[in-house]
């Protein structure tokens, strides 16, 4: 087992990454008009995921909330005409949804902290997404982040976590900016 030299040094690491949310959250606040917080994850996650099945129970179980919560709000974004419900050909039931085109609207194009991050050097990003995937397997190894579509998690994955990293189902090498941590075709292999 691995001696750790600096005790000191996580905490920290965990008290920046806190703040950093902090600030991240504080930024989306101010770029809300009428939305709240978790309407525009709901929005942001829609959009990301454009071309799958996104629904109330998937929206509750990627963002961590419960049926109910994600329901009022999602109730709230089609009232406002944010998203669209769209009838599911294969289920009478149940519904996708799509964003609109002033749901759009509502996600600023580039965030302060998507600046913050791009004048880091390249050696410098690609150390810190190693160390970030790095804390994502940790929260999903110990249940506390249940959904993680990362390739570190995934059977696909061969390499090292470090230099070397291969996909095998799509037969190529990742660089670490194409490792994926929202991968649809991730598979935990269980
Ligand atoms: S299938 Fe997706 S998550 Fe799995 S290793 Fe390949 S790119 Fe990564």
Redesign the pocket.
Known sequence: MAVNKEPGLDAHIAKVLERIGEVSLAMRRKQATDLSLLQLRILGFVKDHAEEQVGVARLAEELQVSKPTISDSVKLLVDRKRLVRIADKGDARAHNLKITTSGMNELAPQSPLDKAVSVLSADDKKAMMLGLLGILEGLFSTGDMNVQ???WT????RGDKKNKHR????QQD?SIAE??TD?????LGR
């Open positions: 579509r990362m390739c995934c059977k696909h994955y996909c095998m189902l799509l990742l490792l994926r991968c649809p075709e991730h598979d």
